[in-house]
């Protein structure tokens, strides 16, 4: 199947311009009929419409395997304070598809959390496909964590749209897993409807991490920030796709897109590409990556104050999780992020 | 809030000089399309050696094999079989302007071509359809060793060697699909040698006219500039504008040695019926520097990306490029780096405007190497949009593979800020002389980087064409 296509390509010999999975499994071979896909008839055709940062193959792929879509809906002017928890925990050898559709209604506001775990040895294969409507002036927030096994691959796939005012924050930590995929697009359909997308990530051993997000403005003065900090280790591999597309009449519209990459091994591969296209004249995008080592000034005056070289790059790599942990609405979410990284949860963590 | 009837209106580029256009008096046109009679009857016509005879039927195979490209702007308008790909004026190249036909020597006297030659240049090459018209380097020079020929001249004279080992090495005819073009049917173009020490203090440059209707131009300029050796090479080209699809698909292959510099400025200025599908790179050893200066304006589309490979310790590069897309033209620009030895480094910094429907398109890839320890690069690319009407995409890449290395993008784009114009304008200036002068202010550090006829040339462009309607 191939996913996670840039909106504009470029030179295939650079291989970014998608990516090609061929041993995905699909569990069992049902495909439903549209009549047994919907479980919910009024959002089901809007879901069907949205799309995603994955793409089409997503999309057949959640259709064949027979996953009916999980609708979860927040009712007009409803906030919700606690949130939705969601928690995927797979088993040994899993090879599952699910689907959710997140509705929010007018003026409401929800926050669901998803957790994907397993056993830190296992193996196996998840593919999530979650989509979001954003009702005028709904606030979504959408947490997900990845504490997978280290022989486990992950396909998550996010479409959001986005009416008059609407809000969808995406905050993603990718802690686990072997081969890891992210979608993510946003369709800013309404007029001041925003896109915040924070990914944070720790890529080790011979992990890949395979990333697409998409902020595609349509509306007048939308607004999109999209942010991806994370540390590469040992083989890791890993790819970004961002783009931030100005499409004709999004008059007013911001768009800011920033990546912040810390290699800490010398055979680390990092690919990046950030596009701004741009059909629009009244309109402002900016982009800005920073990719390296650790600043050798930085690393001498830590090691001076009697930290080894390991313990400040673990310090720094924390670092880049924390700032997104840190904003996540739950305690008991972030005292899992902490043991997964056997670290403790000190009451200071709490406040 | 001003609606669009408000706005400046930018004029697109004053093509007046450039749309001169002579009848066609062609000693020789070969018949149009591409065949293997036809790639050979090139060869007959230039006297190829046997080897060049078999590289142009080897690339045209090539050729024939290859897709095109699946991104980028739209060709489907330059059907090849409609391409005359060998047009040879009635002349034979001359060392002395007085040699050259009327009618072509006067379009490169209105270009400036002879005055350049007279007050700042110290050779030139003037390039007439598919063949050189004019060739001649300052004594001085010469006398340091350094040559400035026709590549015909290189090819079956003293140089053929030098030329067989460099030829299409760097660019192969396996690139892409007009790279494989190229050498099938390759003509004119330049070979310049500059030998280890010598510092050529005055630029060179070559013309590149293409007169003739429905044809291509595939100029190869080869350029080798020796250990601690210094050159600046100018290359300039124009077309008057047809209502056929012409097609420019040269090819630039420069070899900078240990500790040398070459400076390689380019002001593209084709019109708006070119389809312009050229490659350029350079191979650049330890402690040297290319440094590309590329400025475009024509054609109606462009596939123009310079690539600096930088293969030695301490090598550079440096591109500094402007892109003026206007109504009917798509111009994807840019360049490409790797980096592939340590403590090389590169820095990008281009900008681009949009007008009247044009569409301007920057893409980039830097490389880094496992070999390359050390390295940095920085990449700036800013585009301004002057109506809404208009398209301007940024599609940078980057991929990098060691740890080592130190890289940063940035990348902005967006429209004439009304709180600047209303600042200037509340300074007492105007405001078309205010957005002419923030559009110069946006230019400003690529055309500090041109010579500087042409630097004055843009913002004067840039300042008349400002100079159109407000309101």
Redesign the interface.
Known sequence: MTINELP?????W?H??DTQLENIQIPEEKPLTDEQWKTDTEAWKTFQEITSGMGKDMDTLIKRSGAATHVYKAPTGEKTKEPVKLTFDYKEGACEVSALGIRAEEDSEVTVIMDYTSDKSASGQAAVQTKIVAEKNAKVRLVQIDRLGNKFTLLNDIGALCKDGADVEVLQLVLGGENTYLGCKATLLGKGSNLSAETGYLVENDGVLDMNYVAEHQGKKTTSDMRAAGVLRDQAKKLYRGTID?K?GA?GAVGNEKEDVL???????????????????????????????LDDELLFYLESRGLTKEEVYEMMAQARIDEISRKIPDLETRKKIFEFQGRTFEAEEQV | MRDNSEKTYVEDVDRSIYDIRNDEKDAYRIKQGLTPAIVQEISEKKHDPAWMANFRLESLQIYNEMKVP??GPSIEGLNIDQIATYVKPNTRMSAKWSDVPEDIKDTFEKLGIPKAERESLAGVGAQYDSELVYHNVKEEVAAQGVVYTDMESALTGEYEDIVRKHFMKLVTPRDHKFAALHGAVWSGGSFVYVPAGVSVTIPLQSYFRLNAAGAGQFEHTLIIVEEGAYLHFIEGCSAPKYNVANLHAGCVELYVGKNAKLRYSTIENWSKNMYNLNTKRAKVEEGGTIEWVSGSFGSHVSYLYPMSILNGKGARAEFTGITFAGGGQNLDTGTKVVHNAPETSSYINTKSISKDGGISTF?S?VVVT?KAKKSKSAVSCQ?L????R??????????????????????????ISDDAVFYLMSRGISEEDARAMIVSGFADNVSKELPLEYAVEMNNLIRLEMKGSIG
Request: net charge negative.
């Open positions: 504009s390509k470029t030179w295939n650079l970014m311009n100005f004709k008059k290699l800490l091994d010398e055979e680390v591969v990092n690919r990046t590409i950030p596009l701004i296209l741009c059909a629009e004249e009244d309109v402002e995008g900016n982009h800005g990556a920073t990719i390296g080592k | 699946e991104w893409r890839s496992p585009s949009m002057l109506d809404d208009s398209r301007s995409d940024t599609i940078p890449a980057m991929d990098i593979r060691t740890q080592d290395a130190d890289i940063g993008h940035e990348a902005k784009i967006g429209r």
